[in-house]
Structures are given as C-alpha cells and as structure tokens.
C-alpha cells in the first residue's frame, strides 16, 4: 500500500515540476534506435531494462518515474517524446539506446487499439506511419521478432506494409531444426525464396496441416506455407473401360435383350448378382473367351481416373476444319468429330457410387451443309446410374440405327478411331452385332494384363526332366560319331 501512494505521489508531483532529464555519459558505443511506442492519453507502461545505468526523458507528452530496473511512464498529452537509456555493466561500457514514445488522442484514432498494441511489441524494426497504413522496415534476427511480426501479418494484413527482409544467418541456423521436422511430412519440401523459406506440399489430413504449421513457426515464424490437404472422403476412383462390338446372340446369353419399343434408347444394366462377368479378374478372360469364340471383339479398353467428386473423359476421334468467309474475315474453327464418353461422378459411399454417363458421337453430314459449310451429325445419350464397386455396368443402345443405315453414304465414319473397325464390320452393317460398353468401377488400381493372367496359373517348382541325363554322360553320348544332331535338344 505505500509503494501504490509514493508512485501515486510520483506521478502527481511530476505533473507541476520540470521532466525528470538525466544527462547520459558520452560513450564510443553507437546509440542503437528502438522501435517507437504508441500510447494513448491516459495509458501507462512499465518498461524493463535488466542492466540499466542511467536514463533520460525529453518532451511533455508523458510523465515518468523509476523503480529499480523498471521505468513507468504515463500519456498524459498528445506529442513526441524520446527516452534514452544507458545499459551495461559500467558507464565506461554502457551501450545507449533511443526510443520515440508517441502519445495520441484518447478515442480520436483512426487505427485500432489492438494494432498500436501490438506494434509497441516490436523492438527492433522501424515503423512509418504512412497515413492510411503502417509500413514495417528492418532485418528480422530473432524468434521474438519474427513472432510478433507474424502475428501482425495475420492479424492486420490491410493495416500493414511489411518491407522487412530475413537476417540469412538466422535462417540458415533454424533450417537444421526445419528439415528434421519435415522428416516426418514425406510429401512437404521446403523452397529457398529471397524473403525466406517457403514450405509447399501436401499433406493428409487439416489436423496434420495444423501441426506441422505450430512446429514450424515455433522455429522459424515467418516461414510461407502452400500445403493442400488429401482428404479421404474425396476418394480416387478407377474405372476399367471396355468397348466392345458383341452379336446380339451372345448378349441374349447373358440376359440382356435389345430393346424393341425404344430401339434408340441407351439401356444400362447392372450385374449384382453373380453374373459370370463378375470382378475384374473374371471380366478379362470372359471377354477374352468370347473374343476367342467369335462373339465380341474389343475395339478399346482404357482406364479412367476420377477424383470424386469429378469428372473424365474418353475421346476417340478428331478435329474437323469449319471455313467461313465474309467480306472482311476469313476464320477457321475446328470442331471435334468422333466418339466421347464422359463420367460424372457425384457421390461416394464406399460400396456404391452414383454417376452421369453420357456419351455422344459426331461426324461429319454433307446433308445438313448450309451455305457450303458443312454440316455435323451427333447423338448424345445420357444417364445417372448407382453402381456397386468391383460389378461392371453394361451399356447398350450407344448408336441410332439410322447410323447403320446411312454408313454407306458416309465415307468419314470408316477413318474415326476405334469406330472405323466398328463401321466396316459386316455383322455390324447387317444388325447382327452392336456397339456395347462395359464399365467397371474400382477403388484400387486395375491390376496389369499379365498380373490378372497370372493370378489362375498354378504355382509351385517345375517338375523334374522324365529322363534326365548328368552332364557327363551327355558329353560322353554327344562326342559319339553316330549321335544323332537333334537327340536330347
């Protein structure tokens, strides 16, 4: 309770005399400039200084008194004032140091208390009051420092100009400590930049994300991050494609009949129930079988990458080159012409997936030219199904039968990719085939041909030679003049 009434004392006695002003020795040392600090009318400060040897405050702005190690000082009017401080073990050797106090109106401000808060934290950096923002200057050499500043970034990015550069012998001592941390993020490098390092990578959870950013700016705080997070509910899928021209017989032999009210119309069918066409591995050699008997042939069979939700396509075709001459212009445009399927999947749910198939095919048609411009026959087909992961998906019905018919009359048809074989098939000109596709939904990569091959062959050593025969006893039988030239080849 007496130390509270004598500082009060303190404070109201300075208010009628002269600043206290204590002249400081001259030293060789340079006097080292400290960050200004803001206050407002009526704000006190306790400033500490473990090796302080003397002091001195010029201005009226605040008043000021000492206790021990500690200098308070108290806004008590608008204005500068300066505050110099010698500190060190001696006069002889004491190191000087200036600060700017800079006093504002109580409640007239235009900045934030908590901005003028926060930069009086810093120490060594210079702050410009540039009018509508502060810019920050200065070389970042401490942890301390470089929290505040980040602090500042994050908190008052539209209120602050940050020119300040990172001491490289700073960084360079912390990225030890930042490389054994990264040990830990195998996906996570770390990038050299003039301002300083810059972490960019991927990680596999926000949680991760979080972490590694609270090692990180424990070491070195203004350290950039440009980290996307793998989620696992936005998961890969693989789809095995496969386009097929099959006979109409072999397709009444697994069930699947063609449809007579809507002959045009796409028909998708969905294999859940032990179909022999079940599972990838099955898939290969039923189709192979079929290829081998005369029933389908494989016109294609790629695979689709799709990160759901998201999108793929399958194109097979080209560009067609569209002139068109006016009286000033003389453009080219290039449409696409051929077969496309595209995949749209929605949603996901471990065991199901829901997608939009959609699928469109385009030639060229002399037919529908206008004004000598040609023009272009499509047919887009499309459909949302729910299919089962591991079960393929059966799609029928891709072309019109009005294709079939006009194919005589439409050369350009025979040079598309993978639909030329189709067109010049004879079955297929005489409706005894069609153009079917089956898709087959997976979660993990579709295994190679000769892995899924190799999987039904049986495993274990090779069996011994009937009659074997040592070396010596076939060095013996060769070097006979009547051992014949292809006995035990």
């Not at 206050?39 to 008194?65: A, C, K, N």
């Not at 009018?131 to 070389?139: A, E, L, S, W």
């Not at 212009?329 to 829901?354: F, M, P, Q």
């Amino acid at each position: 309770m007496k130390k509270i009434i004598l500082l009060f004392y303190l404070f109201e006695a300075s208010a009628h005399s002269t600043p206290l002003r204590q002249p400081l020795e001259s030293t060789a040392a340079e006097s080292v400039e400290q960050a200004p600090l803001y206050l407002e009318v009526g704000e006190q400060r306790s400033l500490s200084f473990p090796h302080l040897l003397r002091f001195s405050v010029s201005g009226e702005s605040i008043r000021h008194t000492r206790i021990q190690r500690q200098i308070l000082i108290k806004a008590v009017k608008p204005g500068i004032s300066q505050l110099q401080v010698l500190e060190g073990a001696s006069l002889a050797t004491g190191v000087p140091s200036v600060r700017l106090i800079r006093v504002e109106r109580k409640k007239t401000l235009t900045r934030s208390g908590e901005l003028l808060q926060a930069l009086s934290n810093l120490r060594t950096l210079e702050i410009i009051d540039a009018g509508k923002n502060f810019v920050i200057r200065g070389v970042v050499r401490s942890n301390r420092e470089g929290q505040v500043l980040a602090e500042l970034r994050d908190r008052f990015a539209d209120q602050i100009t940050d020119e300040t550069e990172l001491a490289p012998e700073w960084v360079g001592s912390q990225k030890p400590a930042l490389l054994k941390i990264l040990a830990d993020y195998p996906r996570v490098e770390l990038e050299s930049l003039e301002s300083g390092l810059s972490l960019h990578g991927t990680v596999a959870t926000a949680d991760a994300e979080k972490n590694l950013q609270r090692r990180v700016r424990a070491i070195l705080p203004l350290t950039h991050f440009d980290i996307q997070t793998l989620r696992d509910q936005n998961a890969t899928l693989y789809f095995k494609v496969y386009l097929l021209e099959m006979k109409r017989q072999a397709m009444h032999s697994f069930g699947i009949k063609w449809p007579t009210e809507h002959p045009m119309s796409l028909q998708v069918a969905s294999f859940d129930s032990g179909w022999s066409l079940g599972g990838p591995t099955r898939i290969d050699l039923s189709i192979q079988a079929m290829t081998q008997k005369g029933q389908a042939r494989i016109l294609s069979s790629p695979e689709l990458v799709v990160r759901c939700p998201g999108q793929a396509e399958l194109f097979a075709g080209g560009e067609l080159p569209i002139r068109q001459l006016s009286k000033f212009t003389d453009t080219v445009t290039w449409k696409s012409v051929g077969l496309a399927l595209r995949l749209d999947v929605k949603e996901y749910s471990g065991e199901k997936v829901r997608l939009n198939i959609e699928t469109e095919l385009s030639h060229r048609d002399d037919t529908l030219a206008n004004d000598k411009i040609p023009g272009i026959k499509s047919n887009r087909i499309k459909t949302q199904v729910d299919a089962t992961m591991g079960r393929p998906l059966f799609l029928s019905g891709l072309l019109q039968d009005d294709w079939r018919k006009s194919f005589t009359g439409v050369f350009a048809l025979a040079d598309i990719p993978i639909l030329g074989t189709l067109f010049k098939s004879e079955d297929f000109q005489n409706e005894r085939s069609e153009l079917v596709a089956i898709l087959v939904p997976s979660r993990e990569p579709p295994a190679e041909p000769i892995a899924r091959v190799a999987s039904g062959l049986p495993r274990g050593f090779l069996p011994l030679p009937r009659r074997p025969v040592d070396s010596a006893r076939l060095d013996e039988l060769r070097s006979d003049s009547n051992y014949p030239w292809n006995a035990l080849e």
